[in-house]
């Protein structure tokens, strides 16, 4: 791949994104969290393609597949009105669709295509397909790990603007703010297991699984960054203090602490 096609990418994105834009606040807010969210994920992208050594194509392959990982988030918010995938659409397979629609990527060489399109459609999944390998398994986990680097950072920011201004937050939450969680995603972390979604059933239960995305983490790298911007702990001041939660804290910590000490990249 060359970097004129990746500057390419950049303008079809920012040119198609801009289309989404118009006279309806709540669209305008949701569209600008997934644009503003591709353009920092591909930051991310390349910290970690930095931290990995790849090479000058890796590095413009990788940032083409952060830029546009989440393209059917906007059809699918303006569709549907929710970033559900379970109850509107799989928003990895439209992203896909919309690129073959515009012919984006018809010009790169077809092996390079067919990695893109592969770790798009990979990256929302709850787990890679087996039997991966090669720079296909390495490009699907490198997403995957870039876009819940900047999906910590967004949470934060919106779990804090909500707490300080409720009222004004136009960012749907989709779930209800009730007090306490569900036992089930207790264990589930105290398992050392992923948040299986359909235990969750409110904000609370939402927050924990972030918690534990990070046994979904697959570089060292990625969980070094999580814990030099302090994301578990700032999501932890969000959540209710009592026995569970310290011991979740606990947990959560001691196995990144665990992983950086022990992993290798
Ligand atoms: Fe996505």
């Known amino acids: 791949m060359e970097q004129t096609q990746l500057d390419k990418f950049r303008i079809w994105f920012d040119d198609y994104v801009a289309g989404f834009y118009g006279g309806d606040e709540t669209v305008n807010a949701n569209i600008k969290l997934k644009d503003d969210h591709s353009h920092r994920t591909c ?3 390349l910290y970690l393609a930095g931290e990995l050594g790849l090479d000058e194509n890796q590095k413009l392959i990788s940032e083409t597949i952060a830029l546009l990982h989440d393209v059917g988030r906007f059809e699918q918010f303006v569709k549907y009105r929710m970033y559900s995938d379970a109850q509107s659409v799989d928003h990895c397979l439209l992203g896909l669709e919309v690129l073959e629609k515009n012919q984006v990527l018809d010009e790169i060489e077809l092996q390079e295509k067919l990695l893109i399109q592969k770790a798009i459609e990979y990256h929302g999944r709850k787990e890679l397909p087996p039997g991966l390998d090669g720079q296909c398994l390495l490009l ?10 900047d999906a910590y950072y967004v949470v934060m ?10 009222q004004n937050f136009k960012l749907g939450l989709e779930l209800p703010d009730e007090p306490g969680y569900s036992a089930g995603v207790v264990n589930e972390l105290m398992s050392g297991r992923c948040v299986d979604n359909r235990k969750v059933r409110k904000l609370n239960d939402l927050k924990l699984s972030l918690l534990g995305w990070v046994y979904d983490v697959n570089f060292t790298s990625a969980l070094k960054r999580i814990k030099q911007c302090g ?3 700032k999501l ?7 026995e569970d939660t310290e011991k979740i804290r606990e947990k959560i910590l001691g196995y990144v602490n665990f ?5 290798g990249k």
């Open 140 to 149: 699907s986990k490198l997403i995957r790990d870039a876009d819940k680097l």
């Open 157 to 166: 920011k919106y779990y804090k603007q909500y707490r300080e201004n409720p």
């Open 259 to 263: 992983r950086i000490e022990h992993d």
């Open 231 to 233: 994301y578990l702990e």
């Open 236 to 242: 932890l001041v969000f959540l209710p203090i009592d």
């Open 43 to 45: 930051k991310e992208m």
